[in-house]
């Protein structure tokens, strides 16, 4: 039933919801960190995972507080009602410019709050957020280190650029509070800069298995 509430509200397709669905039967995380909630559909996919396969578990749904749209609020409460999960979902419209301070936050505080040990706070992170190398390279690090053993980072748009939206090209992607704001250069817009992620950062300074399928990794 999942699948006929999210038909017409893109952008994660059934098999990639599949996808999620068979990793919870496999894995069953309890609490999942989804990072970008745009229309809410991938929070969807994961509580009804988690509420069909009798995981008594969470997700945490992470998004800006900055420019999300009260309509866009409204239809994730409707998307989340209809699929039965809206009491299994939070979320978190954070104040912060992007999503890896606020997990460097997280990570700070987790830290605070363990004394002499380390509590790792998730079993699961699904990272589909800006896409730009200087933030998911932070926040896959940042994520990975708030993973509990044996949890997993998944980054959807592996080999997504920005070249594929032609529309988003004249959007700054980096802005100073005083005014200012960089482009992407030929090299940024023609790149994929998760791959860069999962090729130059997590591949070669992290420790980590690291399994590819499709656009996902």
């Keep these: 039933w999942v699948v006929a509430q999210c038909r017409d509200t893109p952008w994660m397709a059934p098999h990639q919801g599949r996808r999620l669905w068979d990793h919870f039967a496999g894995h069953r995380p309890q609490v999942a960190l989804d990072i970008g909630t745009h229309l809410g559909v991938s929070a969807a996919y994961m509580a009804t995972g988690m509420r069909s396969l009798g995981i008594d578990g969470r997700v945490i749904t992470v998004d800006s507080g900055q420019n999300v749209a009260r309509d866009t609020i409204d239809g994730w409460a409707d998307?989340?009602?209809?699929?039965?999960?809206?009491?299994?979902?939070?979320?978190?419209?954070?104040?912060?410019?992007?999503?890896?301070?606020?997990?460097?936050?997280?990570?700070?505080?987790?830290?605070?709050?363990?004394?002499?040990?380390?509590?790792?706070?998730?079993?699961?992170?699904?990272?589909?957020?800006?896409?730009?190398?200087?933030?998911?390279?932070?926040?896959?690090?940042?994520?990975?280190?708030?993973?509990?053993?044996?949890?997993?980072?998944?980054?959807?748009?592996?080999?997504?650029?920005?070249?594929?939206?032609?529309?988003?090209?004249?959007?700054?992607?980096?802005?100073?509070?005083?005014?200012?704001?960089?482009?992407?250069?030929?090299?940024?817009?023609?790149?994929?800069?998760?791959r860069l992620v999962h090729d130059l950062v997590l591949r070669r300074c992290l420790l980590v298995g690291i399994t590819q399928e499709d656009d996902a990794c």
């Design 79 to 194: 998307l989340w009602a209809r699929c039965g999960v809206a009491d299994m979902i939070d979320v978190v419209l954070i104040a912060d410019s992007n999503y890896a301070w606020w997990l460097a936050r997280k990570l700070e505080g987790s830290l605070m709050e363990s004394g002499d040990g380390f509590h790792a706070l998730y079993d699961f992170v699904y990272l589909d957020g800006a896409k730009v190398l200087g933030i998911d390279a932070a926040a896959a690090l940042l994520a990975v280190e708030l993973l509990r053993p044996g949890g997993w980072l998944v980054m959807d748009d592996l080999d997504w650029c920005y070249d594929d939206v032609s529309e988003m090209l004249s959007t700054p992607v980096t802005s100073y509070p005083e005014g200012g704001a960089f482009r992407f250069s030929d090299d940024e817009r023609l790149s994929s800069h998760v």
